[in-house]
């Protein structure tokens, strides 16, 4: 896409981002908010895909930091804010120990561990309610900024902003060529001097803690958690659809395909309560058969360039 529409569109977005709380009443804010969420999630989805590595985990990190926040305000009497960087450094730090074990692992193999600790994340909080509540989850007696609509619209979008910048600086950083190399032929990056485990590892252990942070944003601004809430398999699909749709191995992908998708699933969510996931399923499976390189790609191909 060209470099200057991109610009154009990225100042468009953050000044229609700013003055929106001016503009909307208290249920499009609360879209917004879950539309910057799902974005932000799609961005760190897509910053490890540039690796080559296909992770399921998102719901896995994003709960861990979820109750990471909430029991530390709870357990700790931390401040609300504190404790949502609390979530980050926590899911971070069970990345690299967790990172370890499985980073070792590639394609297909990798994916379904990912997709299995996101299972075993849930199952370990769901039974220890001595210390987690298990089942009937935590409930806080306040929310952050007193459930202030724009306040909490204002932390979402430092959410965003911090997977911006990791994926901005993934993009323009020595970080895009280890990565891009490790995915086109990791043979020839390993032959090349390239240190794979250490990228791959920088890689999941950044993605991870962005999830996390993003599931305390997420816990601090509804006061409450539960495994079954806050695993839900919807923090995995959606996001992976989105920069699925949009175009991946960029930061303008997910974006876009967030923005799209992230409407539609608010609507898909009125119509089909029960049935949404299913949709978003559907929409992976068409994107990868009929569109694999997303909105970006038929841009592209579109103005004569590459696919």
């Known amino acids: 896409m060209n470099k200057n529409l991109v610009r154009i569109l990225g100042v468009l977005a953050a000044v229609i981002a700013v003055v929106l709380p001016a503009l909307v009443g208290a249920y499009p804010l609360q879209v917004a908010r879950n539309v910057i969420l799902y974005m932000a999630l799609a961005i760190t989805w897509d910053m490890l895909l540039r690796s080559g590595q296909v992770s399921f985990g998102i719901a896995g990190l994003f709960g861990l930091g979820a109750y ?26 069970v990345a690299a120990a967790v990172g370890f074990l499985i980073l070792r692992l590639r394609a297909l193999y990798f994916s379904i561990v990912t997709l299995a600790l996101a299972e075993i994340f849930r199952i370990i909080i769901h039974n220890t309610p001595d210390f987690t509540r298990g089942p009937e989850g935590v409930v806080l007696d306040s929310v952050i900024f007193g459930g202030d609509g724009s306040s909490l619209y204002w932390l979402t979008l430092v959410g965003l902003g911090l ?3 990791a994926s901005i600086w ?15 032929n990791e043979t020839a990056a390993r032959a090349s001097g390239i240190h794979i485990f250490r990228w791959l590892l920088l890689a999941f252990v950044v993605t991870s803690s962005i999830q996390g942070f993003l599931g305390g944003i997420f816990v601090q601004s509804y006061g409450f958690a539960t495994p079954d809430t806050v695993f839900d398999a919807n923090y995995t699909l959606l996001p992976l659809a989105m920069a699925l749709l949009g175009g991946v191995h960029s930061t303008v992908g997910p974006v876009l395909g967030a923005i ?32 694999p390189k997303g909105l970006i790609g038929l841009f592209r191909k579109a103005k004569g360039g590459k696919a």
């Open 170 to 184: 993934f993009e323009r950083s020595k970080i895009h060529f280890a990565l891009t190399a490790i995915r086109n």
């Open 68 to 93: 990471a926040s909430i029991l530390g305000v709870l357990r700790v009497g931390m401040d609300p804010l504190l404790s949502i960087v609390f979530a980050g450094i926590f899911s971070g730090v």
């Open 163 to 165: 997977a911006l910048a």
């Open 260 to 291: 799209l998708l992230g409407l539609t699933s608010e609507w898909l969510k009125l119509q089909l309560p029960y049935g949404h996931l299913v949709v978003y399923g559907i929409i992976i499976i068409l994107v990868i058969l009929f569109m």
